[in-house]
């Protein structure tokens, strides 16, 4: 064996040992992502959980859908994320499962951002309606009707994918992406078509809100301001969910710029693309509102006192008073 085929091959060795460590590193630092996002947003659940004040008014019912979807989107992209490294290729019905779930609840988030502004609107300009109009029930059916949305809109990409895709694809194993599993090329159109109009509705609809808000009073409160904050953040959470629709395109830019750190490009799309619009949930109600941060603080590090619950304050008071006569 002569020197260069000795070079040859340890370089393709460490080649592979370089991948490897890398898809090792960026796995872990997704899943560390991952948990630690979940975890607050599991926090924030269970405080709704655990007190009427949240799970019987409709803005915090609707909040807690956003993030209960967000954790379920999260959790599913990372376990895509994390087979495409290990596996690489699975079996098509079980990606289309996965790949399903996964499409609804990113379709899900603009609409319910869209529902949430309008409650906020109807709160600060139609004060006398709210209770009328913003109730436990129609929030319900709200929730309901964005599922319903979502799924018409995948659904006829399954009926394409049974009618056109003979039954050995079925039976093969793909790289479980949406576009090496419905690649029909209707679907793809009508997916785009979709995106488009779903988002320039919610768009009219975060303005339209945002500027009556703005609007609603000359000498701005301190309700309308934090109203109209809020719905800039929804904005903002809004122009990350569109990168999911461009990120084909925005990874192709930076591919030309830099062509040599193709994995980095992709992992950085992915962090940025599907991570950071779930992380910006949790901090629009979680950390801003302070009823929430009052209610959550103790759940964090899982500390239970009866000094920080205001419920068992009030027990408490009742049982001393009942002693006391």
């Known amino acids: 064996m002569n020197l260069s085929s000795v070079n040859d091959t340890s370089t393709v060795v460490g080649n592979q040992r370089n991948n490897f460590t890398i898809a090792v590193t960026n796995n872990l630092i997704v899943t560390a992502l991952c948990i630690s996002i979940n975890y607050f947003n599991g926090t924030l659940v269970h405080t709704f959980r655990k007190h009427q004040i949240f799970y019987s008014n409709p803005r915090y019912i609707l909040f807690i859908h956003l993030v209960i979807n967000d954790m379920m989107q999260l959790a599913l992209s990372t376990l895509l994320h994390i087979i495409s490294y290990a596996l690489y290729t699975i079996k098509v019905p079980f990606c289309i499962i996965l790949l399903t779930i996964t499409i609804l609840t990113t379709l899900n988030t603009p609409i319910n951002l869209a529902g949430m502004a309008i409650e906020c609107y109807i709160a600060i300009c139609i004060p006398l309606r709210h209770g009328q109009i913003c109730t436990v029930k129609k929030t319900c059916v709200f929730i309901g009707l964005i599922w319903v949305v979502s799924s018409m809109s995948i659904l006829p990409d399954i009926f394409i994918l049974l009618a056109t895709e003979p039954l050995q694809f079925f039976h093969s194993k793909v790289l479980c992406a949406r576009d090496f599993v419905f690649r029909s090329n209707y679907s793809l159109k009508k997916r785009d078509t979709s995106h488009i109009v779903c988002l320039v509705l919610v768009w009219l609809t975060l303005l339209y809100t945002y500027f009556r808000i703005l609007f609603a009073a000359k000498e701005a409160t301190a309700g309308i301001k934090k109203a109209r904050n ?58 801003r509102d302070q009823t929430f941060r009052r209610y959550m603080r103790r759940y964090m590090l899982c500390k239970v006192s009866t000094r920080s619950h205001p419920e068992k304050i009030a027990v408490s008071s009742m049982r001393l008073t009942a002693k006391l006569q």
């Open 230 to 287: 809020t719905i800039l953040l929804h904005g903002f959470q809004l122009l990350l969910c569109m990168l999911t629709y461009v990120r084909p395109m925005f990874e192709q830019g930076l591919l030309y710029l830099l062509p040599k750190h193709v994995r980095a490009i992709r992992f950085a799309c992915y962090v940025i693309v599907q991570i950071l619009p779930r992380f910006v949930s949790p901090i629009v109600y979680g950390l």
